[in-house]
Nanobody, 128 residues
Framework: QLQLVESGGGLVQPGGSLRLSCVLS????????IAWFRQAPGKERERVSC????????TYTDSVKGRFTTSRDKAKNTVYLQMISVQPEDTGTYYC?????????????????????WGQGTLVTVSS
């Protein structure tokens, strides 16, 4: 069964750090791009980062560049989102997502609508 399970969310103070994990089951990191999305209350879901299938190249939305880093651990079949210098506007539920059909292996080319496998989400709250 194809599955994504996120963990690592919680309450963090502004300027702090947090690392989210996304464990894949039923398929490997070489099969699909893996993206991190977030949704803040009252806002639309946005793609925060994405890591290519088969390599470590990642893309980021402008608001997190230089602060967030996405990485892969093939042995653990896990993708991470390392967040530093977090800000209140980073608050939201973070989801990892994959493309079950493996339509596109390049994060720079895949459209959001191709992400059709989602985790349950993990809540990140940035507040003092």
């Amino acid at each position: 069964q194809l599955q994504l399970v996120e963990s690592g969310g919680g309450l963090v103070q502004p300027g702090g750090s947090l690392r989210l994990s996304c464990v894949l089951s039923g398929f490997t990191l070489d099969y699909s791009v893996i993206a991190w999305f977030r949704q803040a209350p009252g806002k639309e879901r946005e793609r925060v980062s994405c890591i290519n299938a088969g390599d470590d190249y990642a893309t980021y939305t402008d608001s997190v560049k230089g602060r967030f880093t996405t990485s892969r651990d093939k042995a653990k079949n896990t993708v991470y989102l390392q967040m530093i210098s977090v800000q209140p506007e980073d608050t939201g539920t973070y989801y990892c997502a994959a493309d079950k059909l493996g339509v596109e292996r390049n994060c720079g080319l895949i459209r959001d609508r191709y992400f059709d496998l989602w985790g349950q989400g993990t809540l990140v709250t940035v507040s003092s």
